[in-house]
């Protein structure tokens, strides 16, 4: 039996086991949807949206107003090998600035009525006040000299992203959006990216929050370079045994938000980079997750794109962001209350006369 297998079968043990939404729902908002005075499928993707968060929810009655942003915050050991434009006391100073409100996503949640909540998986040092305190270690190790995890230390944050989800389900939040903040976490997901979907380190690894092209050369090879330390580049390995020699405890800790998700029957919107790893980490490990998950955007990060073809999400948002900290999940709040308050108000055909669309199979 494998380490997944072990982590997946003690995961069902305590928590529950994902179950398919509800496929009754799915198809009471789509009939809502054709009868709306509008063209069919006029809302384009967003419908599919609101299919998908019918079935989550097992109801056509569609409400998103209470919505949360879990952010995981992690100092990451491969900033050592110079992977990143700053160093890793960046990730303890912006954390400081998320606890206060006052950091990108603190500031975008304000607008888009999203409650934010900071996590501390994983900084080094001390506590930082106003973060919730979930620390499983201090950071990670370089894993391009030694694994990055213990096995342990990966189960104790998949559960603590469950955990956390439960409990704001027990809260009343119908939908959660994920974030990260990590210096030299796009190195480690492009580790993870790379060795999981087997493709070579060049096709995936990005320029992060800014590098030069020597720098980002750098980048590559380090990547290469751990991949064939670990043995991760002669094909397909176990998904636990992956994330704990390159992984982070940011993203073992997203992995949890979107088990979370399919277990408490949440939708969790993915992010960027980091939130996508850890979502294609969580398909691999429990493949319902899927089931649970929206992409909100697509970066500019070239690992994305293969994440999101795997998983076969479709991002909403094209705008190059590269932003971090969950903030381009959060820029979905404003579109989906749109969308949901078109489908809850919007008039119907029968209600003023007029002669439905149909609809053609082309």
């Given at each position: 039996?494998?380490?997944?297998?072990?982590?997946?079968?003690?995961?069902?043990?305590?928590?529950?086991?994902?179950?398919?939404?509800?496929?009754?729902?799915?198809?009471?908002?789509?009939?809502?949807?054709?009868?709306?005075?509008?063209?069919?499928?006029?809302?384009?993707?967003?419908?599919?949206?609101?299919?998908?968060?019918?079935?989550?929810a097992g109801s056509d009655r569609i409400n998103i107003k209470k919505r949360a942003v879990i952010v995981m915050c992690a100092d990451n050991g491969?900033?050592?090998?110079?992977?990143?434009?700053?160093?890793?006391?960046?990730?303890?100073?912006?954390?400081?600035?998320?606890?206060?409100?006052?950091?990108?996503?603190?500031?975008?949640?304000?607008?888009?009525?999203?409650?934010?909540?900071?996590?501390?998986?994983?900084?080094?040092?001390?506590?930082?006040?106003?973060?919730?305190?979930?620390?499983?270690?201090?950071?990670?190790?370089?894993?391009?000299?030694?694994?990055?995890?213990?096995?342990?230390?990966?189960?104790?944050?998949?559960?603590?992203?469950?955990?956390?989800?439960?409990?704001?389900?027990?809260?009343?939040?119908?939908?959660?959006?994920?974030?990260?903040?990590?210096?030299?976490?796009?190195?480690?997901?492009?580790?993870?990216?790379?060795?999981?979907?087997?493709?070579?380190?060049?096709?995936?690894?990005?320029?992060?929050?800014?590098?030069?092209?020597?720098?980002?050369?750098?980048?590559?090879?380090?990547v290469r370079e751990a991949l064939r330390f670990h043995e991760l580049d002669t094909g397909p390995r176990d998904i636990i045994d992956i994330l704990?020699?390159?992984?982070?405890?940011?993203?073992?800790?997203?992995?949890?938000?979107?088990?979370?998700?399919?277990?408490?029957?949440?939708?969790?919107?993915?992010?960027?980079?980091?939130?996508?790893?850890?979502?294609?980490?969580?398909?691999?490990?429990?493949?319902?997750?899927?089931?649970?998950?929206?992409?909100?955007?697509?970066?500019?990060?070239?690992?994305?794109?293969?994440?999101?073809?795997?998983?076969?999400?479709?991002?909403?948002?094209?705008?190059?962001?590269?932003?971090?900290?969950?903030?381009?999940?959060?820029?979905?709040?404003?579109?989906?209350?749109?969308?949901?308050?078109?489908?809850?108000?919007?008039?119907?055909?029968?209600?003023?006369?007029?002669?439905?669309?149909?609809?053609?199979?082309?």
């Open positions: 039996m494998s380490r997944s297998d072990d982590i997946r079968n003690i995961i069902e043990g305590d928590f529950g086991r994902p179950g398919p939404i509800d496929e009754t729902a799915m198809g009471l908002v789509r009939k809502r949807l054709d009868s709306i005075a509008k063209p069919l499928d006029g809302l384009g993707d967003f419908e599919e949206i609101l299919v998908k968060i019918g079935g989550i491969i900033v050592e090998e110079n992977v990143s434009q700053v160093d890793s006391s960046v990730t303890r100073d912006v954390a400081k600035l998320m606890s206060e409100q006052i950091s990108s996503v603190g500031i975008m949640s304000g607008v888009a009525g999203c409650d934010t909540f900071p996590i501390n998986i994983g900084i080094k040092g001390e506590k930082i006040p106003g973060l919730i305190d979930m620390k499983i270690a201090d950071g990670t190790a370089d894993f391009l000299k030694r694994p990055a995890m213990r096995f342990d230390d990966v189960f104790q944050a998949i559960s603590a992203g469950i955990e956390l989800v439960g409990t704001l389900k027990e809260k009343g939040y119908s939908m959660i959006a994920t974030g990260e903040m990590g210096i030299g976490n796009t190195t480690t997901s492009a580790a993870i990216i790379a060795s999981v979907l087997f493709r070579m380190p060049e096709e995936i690894v990005g320029r992060g929050a800014g590098l030069p092209d020597e720098g980002l050369l750098h980048k590559i090879n380090v704990s020699r390159v992984g982070g405890l940011d993203i073992a800790g997203l992995t949890g938000v979107f088990v979370g998700g399919a277990i408490h029957r949440v939708p969790i919107l993915i992010d960027g980079l980091i939130s996508a790893t850890a979502a294609l980490v969580a398909a691999k490990l429990m493949p319902e997750c899927v089931d649970y998950m929206i992409a909100s955007h697509i970066g500019n990060e070239p690992g994305m794109r293969y994440v999101f073809d795997e998983l076969k999400l479709k991002p909403v948002i094209n705008a190059g962001l590269r932003l971090g900290e969950g903030t381009g999940a959060i820029m979905m709040f404003p579109l989906l209350d749109m969308a949901v308050e078109l489908y809850n108000k919007g008039v119907s055909f029968e209600d003023i006369k007029l002669k439905e669309y149909e609809r053609y199979d082309v």
